[in-house]
C-alpha cells in the first residue's frame, strides 16, 4: 500500500471546524472535485473546489443539494428483511449479522448447486473504482456467479471508438476553448456536460459558431447558433453526407489520410452513395443544412467534435458512433490541439481493473454472461433460472427497458433479492434484504473521468449515519461468512485506492495533498496518428469488425423501429434525462423534484393537433410492450414526429406506477450488445379528464 493516499485530504482552520477534499461520484463526465465543510462531525457545508482548473469550484444543481441528499428523511438507516409480499415495500428492522448470517448462507447453498445462478446487477450509481467495481467483483468472481455485461449506457459508442480510433479516447476538453467550430452532437451540454460548456462558450464568445445536432431542442440547443433537429436513429446517414460533400469539395487533409489512415477508399465509395439529398430525406431535416454544415465543417480550422451517448441509444448507434469518429481524420482536425472529437477520455487512464477485481478467482472457470439491458427476460427464463440477485449502485426496476417485464421478474416470490441502497427504490420495494448503503460524503474512492483527464480522490468527510455501510465492508462481511480465505478479502478501502491504478503511473504524493492529479498527456494526442489500434491509425475499415462477421466500414444502420414504419404507432420517442435528475438518482430529493414538477410528455403542436390534445392534458403514451399515463406539454423542444418522455422518474411516483422504461425495448445495438432507449415507436391519445390520476 502507498500510505500516501492514507492521510485524509483535510485542512482543519479550528478545532471543531475542517474542509474535506472529495469527488462527485455520479454518472456525469464532469467528475467534479468537492470541499466539504464540518463542523462538530457534521458537514454544514457542500461546493466544488475553486482549486481544480477543469471544474473550477461549479456545481450542478444536483449535486449542490447533496447534503439535502445525505440527510434525507429517507435515507436507509438499518438492515431491512421483507415482512411483505414482493414489491409491497413491507419490511421490519434486522441486525448486520442476522442479515449477513442469512445472506451467506441462502448464496452458499445455491452456490453449492450451480454458483451461475446467482447473478450481480450493478451499475454506476457510483463511478468510484473503489465503491462501484473492487471487492464487489472479487466476491462474485471467487463465488463463479454469472458474470455481468455492464451495457446499459455506453458500450455501443465506447466499442465503436475502440474499432476505428483505438478506444475511448480523444481530444482534450480544455482546447475546445479554442476551437473555431464546435459541433455539440447528441449532448445536451447545459445539462449533462455544465464545464464543457464553459469551453464551449469561451470559444464563441472568441468567435466560434456552436451547432447543436440533436432530435430535441434541448437548453444547449438554444444556446448554439444553429440546431440541426434530425430524427432519432439517423446520425450515420447525416455523418456520411457530411463525408460526400468533403469529398466532392476536396475539403480534405490528403497527406493525413495516407499516412494515418487505414481503408480510405473504401470509405470514399460508401460516402459517395450518400449524396445530401438522401441523407436529408433519412434524417428527415433541410438538404441545404447539410451542404451548409459540410462546408462549415470542411473549411473551418481547427473543428471539433463533442459527441456523447444520446446518439448511440439505437439499433445503428454503434456505426453511427464509428461514421463521426471518421471525420476529423478525413480533415486532418487531429493536427490541431482544439481539433478532433471527444466522446469519453476514460481510456487514457491506467487503471488496474485485474488489481482491483482479481479476475484470477474465477480460476479457470467460465461462468455465463447476463446483459444487463436484457435483464426483463433473464429473470423470466425458466430453461436457464436466475434464483438470486444482488443489485447494488443500481435501480433496474426504473432504469432497466421494457419494465414491465423487468417488474415481473423481480416479484417472483422464488427470487431470492438483495439489495443495497441509500433510498427504497423502486428496485429496493422487492428486496428480501434491503442493506443501507454509505454516500460520497461517508467513504473513500477514487475516480477517473470521462468528460476531463484528472484522476480523483474521495477521502470520507463524516462517519456513516447510524448503521450504513459501505459496499466495501459488506462484501468483505459476506466473504468471511463464505470461508473466503484470500488476504485480498481483507484489503481496506485505502489500499484498494492505492493499488486502483498502473504502479508509478498517477503521483499519489499529489493526489493526497490536492485531492486530484493530472494525467501527463500531450495536447494533440494524434497529431502523427499514433491511435492506439492495432494498424496504429484511424481505422476507417476495420478489419477486426470483418473478422466478426461485421461491416468493416461505417453505415446507416435503420432502427429497429423506424419512424414512419407504423401505422399503430407513428411516434418516435425518446427518453432524455430530466435536467435536474441523473438516470433515477436524486428522484426523491424534494427540492429538485418540485423544479421538475412531474414526469412530462413533450409534444409538437402538429403531433398534438391531430389528436385534440392540450397542454397539462394526462396522455396515455402507448405501444405492444405496455402503457405509461403521464401529463404531456405542447412544446416547442419537441420535433413533429417525435415525442420527449422526460426521464427517469421513479416508477413508484408515476400516475400510474409506470415510467417511461415501460415502453422501451431490450433490443440491442449493432456494436456493443448496448440498450436502444431512442429506438422506440409510440402512439399517445387524451385520456378523459378524471381517469388515470391514480396508481394502478
Not at 473 to 479: D, G, K, Q
Not at 644 to 664: A, E, F, P, Y
Request: overall charge negative; proline content about 6%.
Amino acid at each position: 500500500m502507498d500510505t500516501a493516499v492514507a492521510s485524509p485530504a483535510t485542512t482543519t482552520p479550528s478545532d471543531d471546524v475542517r474542509t474535506v477534499r472529495g469527488a462527485c461520484p455520479h454518472d456525469c463526465p464532469d467528475t467534479c472535485a468537492l470541499v466539504t465543510t464540518v463542523k462538530d462531525g457534521v458537514a454544514i457545508k457542500l461546493q466544488g473546489n475553486p482549486e481544480h482548473p477543469h471544474t473550477a469550484g461549479v456545481l450542478c444543481t444536483k449535486v449542490s443539494r447533496y447534503i439535502e441528499r445525505n440527510n434525507h428523511a429517507g435515507r436507509l438507516l438499518q438492515p431491512m428483511r421483507r415482512s411483505g409480499p414482493k414489491g409491497s415495500g413491507q419490511f421490519e428492522p434486522v441486525s448486520w449479522d442476522e442479515a449477513l448470517d442469512d445472506i451467506a448462507a441462502r448464496l452458499k447453498a445455491l452456490a453449492c448447486i450451480n454458483p451461475e445462478t446467482i447473478v450481480p446487477y450493478s451499475y454506476a450509481g457510483t463511478m468510484g473504482l473503489v465503491q462501484g467495481e473492487s471487492m464487489d467483483r472479487r466476491f462474485f468472481h471467487k463465488l463463479g456467479a454469472s458474470l455481468l455485461d455492464r451495457t446499459i449506457c455506453s458500450t455501443a459508442g465506447g466499442e465503436a471508438f475502440g474499432f476505428t480510433l483505438g478506444g475511448k479516447v480523444g481530444m482534450r476538453v480544455e482546447f475546445f476553448g479554442e476551437a473555431k467550430l464546435i459541433l455539440i452532437w447528441g449532448s445536451n451540454s447545459i445539462a449533462s456536460n455544465l464545464h464543457f460548456w464553459r469551453h464551449a462558450q469561451a470559444a464563441k464568445r472568441a468567435g466560434a459558431r456552436l451547432v447543436c445536432i440533436d432530435p430535441r431542442k434541448t437548453e444547449t440547443a438554444d444556446k448554439c447558433d444553429e440546431h440541426v433537429a434530425l430524427l432519432p436513429g439517423t446520425d450515420a446517414a447525416l455523418a456520411l453526407a457530411l463525408m460526400h460533400e468533403l469529398i466532392v469539395h476536396d475539403w480534405l487533409d490528403h497527406d493525413y489520410i495516407a499516412q494515418q489512415t487505414v481503408g480510405w477508399e473504401q470509405l470514399r465509395e460508401r460516402a459517395m452513395q450518400w449524396p445530401p439529398s438522401r441523407a436529408a430525406q433519412v434524417c428527415g431535416i433541410p438538404e441545404s443544412q447539410i451542404v451548409e454544415l459540410a462546408r462549415a465543417y470542411g473549411t473551418t480550422k481547427p473543428a471539433a467534435i463533442r459527441l456523447n451517448y444520446g446518439m448511440q441509444r439505437v439499433h445503428g448507434g454503434g456505426n453511427a458512433a464509428r461514421a463521426v469518429a471518421c471525420l476529423p481524420a478525413l480533415t486532418g482536425a487531429w493536427r490541431h490541439r482544439a481539433g478532433g472529437v471527444l466522446l469519453s477520455t476514460s481510456g487514457l487512464y491506467p487503471v488496474d481493473r485485474a488489481a482491483l477485481q482479481r479476475p484470477d478467482l474465477l480460476a479457470g472457470r467460465t461462468p455465463r454472461t447476463i446483459n444487463m439491458v436484457t435483464i426483463g427476460d433473464a429473470l423470466l427464463d425458466t430453461a436457464n433460472p436466475i434464483k438470486a440477485v444482488v443489485v447494488y449502485n443500481s435501480n433496474p426496476v426504473a432504469v432497466a427497458p421494457d419494465s414491465g417485464k423487468v417488474v415481473q421478474g423481480f416479484a417472483r416470490e422464488d427470487l431470492f433479492t438483495v439489495v443495497l441502497e441509500q433510498f427504497q427504490t423502486d428496485t429496493a420495494d422487492y428486496a428480501d434484504y434491503l442493506l443501507p448503503a454509505t454516500t460520497q460524503l461517508e467513504h473513500w474512492d477514487i475516480h477517473y473521468s470521462y468528460g476531463h483527464t484528472d484522476v480523483m480522490l474521495n477521502t470520507p468527510a463524516i462517519a456513516p449515519r447510524s448503521l450504513a455501510r459501505s459496499n466495501t465492508w459488506v462484501f468483505r462481511e459476506l466473504a468471511r461468512r463464505m470461508g473466503f480465505t484470500e488476504p485480498c478479502f481483507s484489503d481496506n478501502d485505502e489500499t484498494l485506492v492505492a493499488d486502483a491504478f498502473q504502479a508509478g503511473s498517477i503521483d499519489y504524493e499529489d493526489l493526497r495533498a490536492n485531492g486530484f492529479t493530472r494525467l501527463n498527456l500531450p495536447d494533440a494526442p494524434f497529431a502523427q496518428g499514433n491511435f492506439p489500434t492495432p494498424s496504429g491509425k484511424c481505422e476507417f475499415y476495420s478489419q477486426r469488425l470483418a473478422a466478426m462477421g461485421q461491416d468493416g466500414l461505417p453505415d446507416h444502420v435503420p432502427n429497429h423501429e423506424p419512424a414512419g414504419s407504423s401505422v399503430a404507432y407513428p411516434l418516435a420517442m425518446i427518453s432524455p434525462p430530466a435536467r435536474n435528475f441523473l438516470n433515477s438518482s436524486f428522484v426523491n430529493v424534494t427540492s429538485l423534484r418540485d423544479i421538475e414538477g412531474e414526469p412530462l410528455l413533450e409534444i409538437h403542436e402538429e403531433d398534438a393537433a391531430v389528436r385534440g390534445i392540450l397542454s397539462g392534458q394526462v396522455v396515455r403514451v402507448f405501444n405492444e410492450r405496455g402503457e405509461h399515463r403521464c401529463r404531456v406539454e405542447v412544446s416547442r423542444r419537441a420535433r413533429p414526429g417525435v415525442v420527449n418522455g422526460l426521464g427517469i422518474w421513479w416508477r413508484k411516483l408515476g400516475l400510474d406506477g409506470s415510467n417511461v422504461n415501460q415502453l422501451t425495448s431490450q433490443r440491442l445495438t449493432d456494436i456493443g450488445r448496448g440498450p436502444t432507449f431512442y429506438d422506440c415507436l409510440v402512439q399517445v391519445e387524451a385520456v378523459a379528464e378524471g381517469a388515470g390520476e391514480g396508481r394502478a
